[in-house]
């Protein structure tokens, strides 16, 4: 059966703080790893992953995806309390439709 | 340029009930897919619409069926509703294989 495991559930840091949020995968037929952030509503992409080892950057996040340990982090530097929400990894299949499998998402919590 | 938008934003419906979803894509996108997120948990894929067709199924029953209209918008429908029905109702459209899924805000159905 197709697996996305995320880690930790829930994390909790103070306002400056760097954080890694881990996906490990197990699938077949993988074609892309996305993250997505969520907030109260909708899941907002951040960053599609195709290729192992090249890191993909936007201001202070970035995430790269280890297609051979099947895993992915994704990494936020000086955190601020605007990052706090639900992180989604999400899986892409080569099944002849884009379907997403998710992990249980990470809640990111930013204290001041 | 309007994202993927879904209507309604909430719903209150009784056991045994029929309830009809309803999503516009973001502009450009012909590609549908329906998503269903209990609390606290990550997405589960229902199915994807692509040229007004059903291009794949997730792992629910057919009580839930759907439609994609020639202008690809698309419609949920969920029939005999029961209380674990209850959950967040998420669409994504996206313009094709390789392109990310972009989520609407999603509607909120209870289940009474």
């Known amino acids: 059966e197709d697996k996305v495991v995320q880690s930790p559930l829930s994390l909790v840091v103070h306002e400056g703080d760097t954080v890694t949020l881990n996906c490990s995968y197990e699938?077949?037929?993988?074609?892309?790893l996305l993250w997505y952030k969520q907030e109260k509503k909708a899941p907002t992409f951040l960053f599609m992953l195709t290729s192992s080892g090249i890191e993909k950057k936007s201001g202070r996040l970035s995430s790269i995806l280890d297609k051979k340990e099947l895993f992915s982090i994704l990494n936020i530097t000086a955190t601020q309390t605007g990052d706090s929400a639900v992180y989604l990894c999400?899986?892409?299949?080569?099944?002849?439709?884009?379907?997403?499998?998710f992990g249980q998402g990470t809640r990111l919590t930013i204290n001041p | 340029d309007a994202g993927v938008t879904q209507s309604p934003t909430h719903l209150i419906k009784t056991r045994g009930q029929q309830v009809t979803l309803r999503c516009s894509p973001k502009?450009?996108?012909?590609?549908v897919s329906w998503y269903q997120q209990a609390l606290g948990q990550g997405p589960q894929f229902i199915f994807q619409?692509?040229?007004?067709?059903?291009?794949q199924r997730g792992n629910f029953p057919d009580r839930f069926s759907g439609h994609q209209f020639p202008n690809y918008s698309s419609e949920l429908n969920v029939n005999a509703l029961l209380l674990g029905d209850s959950a967040l109702y998420l669409c994504?459209?996206?313009?094709?294989?390789?392109?990310?899924?972009?989520f609407g805000d999603g509607t909120r159905l209870s289940i009474l």
């Open positions: 999400a899986v892409e299949m080569i099944q002849g439709a884009q379907k997403l499998v």
């Open positions: 699938v077949t037929n993988f074609r892309s």
């Open positions: 994504a459209s996206s313009g094709g294989l390789g392109q990310p899924q972009h």
């Open positions: 502009s450009g996108h012909d590609t």
């Open positions: 619409y692509y040229e007004e067709e059903e291009r």
